[in-house]
């Protein structure tokens, strides 16, 4: 059984020309003809995307797939919905969508009706919090009440046990492992770069962030867990990281933001 599973994260998938992304959001943006591409990719050279339940049971699961990925998409922007849902279905393809509670039902993101007809697709639904907000330095009472409230409303609403967490920003700390084991969660994703092993901690999951400057031959690196690619992404990681704890992830924001744009 192969022991280690790829995990890709995915933002908005929208053309490039869109006026439905907003300007952070830019940078991990792709394309619905490109992620299509990929997912064609997938399916021709059989790769098995797997739910959060087979990811939880995967220690102890002798069924588990040769090639398994696990689809993640964060944010719970339209797209997921409008195009990301019929694509999946074409490929017989699952994944699991990371909701933020006050943010359904806003502008350019999806509703309670479009969020249980992904989980009625049979797609997995998990928390991204009750705000898109920065979460490490959180006192624990804060802590308590985006994980927990979010984990309630979500689990009641679409009637469905919430049992996985995305870290916002994916900006890690123990503190909200802690919290997320003590309220009942079983897996917490972060942006930490890398493949993950089924011995792996799930309260500090990795997973690959898809970026908009992301080529085929790129995608195909990170499904083959090419090493030259993966140390790459690793030492960039380790950049960012260095940059943000000096000057802060605001100001790496706004940083990041304007080169983008420029």
Request: with cysteine; aromatic share 12%.
């Amino acid at each position: 059984m192969n022991k280690s599973i790829t995990i890709l994260t995915y933002h908005t998938i929208e053309p490039e020309d869109s006026n439905r992304i907003y300007e952070g959001e830019k940078f991990y943006n792709i394309t619905p003809a490109m992620f299509r591409e990929q997912m064609l990719y997938l399916k021709e050279n059989g790769y098995t995307t797997i739910t959060i339940d087979k990811f939880i049971n995967s220690a102890t699961d002798n069924d588990l797939a040769n090639k398994p990925i696990l689809l993640t998409f964060d944010d719970g922007h339209i797209s997921h919905y409008e195009t990301v849902l019929p694509i999946l279905k074409e490929f017989g393809f699952t994944a699991a969508f990371f909701l933020v509670v006050n943010d359904i039902e806003k502008k350019y993101r999806v509703n309670w009706k479009q969020s249980k007809t992904l989980k009625d697709s049979g797609m997995d639904i998990g928390s991204h919090g009750m705000n898109h907000k920065i979460l490490n330095g959180s006192s624990y009472f804060n802590l308590v009440s985006e994980l927990k409230s979010s984990k309630i409303i979500l689990g009641d609403t679409l009637r469905m046990n919430i049992r996985a967490f995305s870290i916002t920003r994916g900006v890690y700390s123990k503190k909200i492992s802690t919290v997320a084991r003590g309220m009942g969660y079983m897996l917490v994703f972060t942006s930490f770069t890398g493949n993950t092993s089924i011995d792996s901690d799930p309260y500090c999951i990795k997973r690959i962030v898809m970026l908009k400057n992301y080529s085929m031959k790129d995608f195909i690196s990170i499904v083959h867990k090419d090493p030259v690619f993966m140390i790459k992404k690793r030492l960039e990681q380790f950049a960012k990281n260095g940059i943000q704890k000096t000057i802060g992830v605001r100001n790496y924001d706004r940083i990041k933001n304007a080169i983008f744009s420029s």
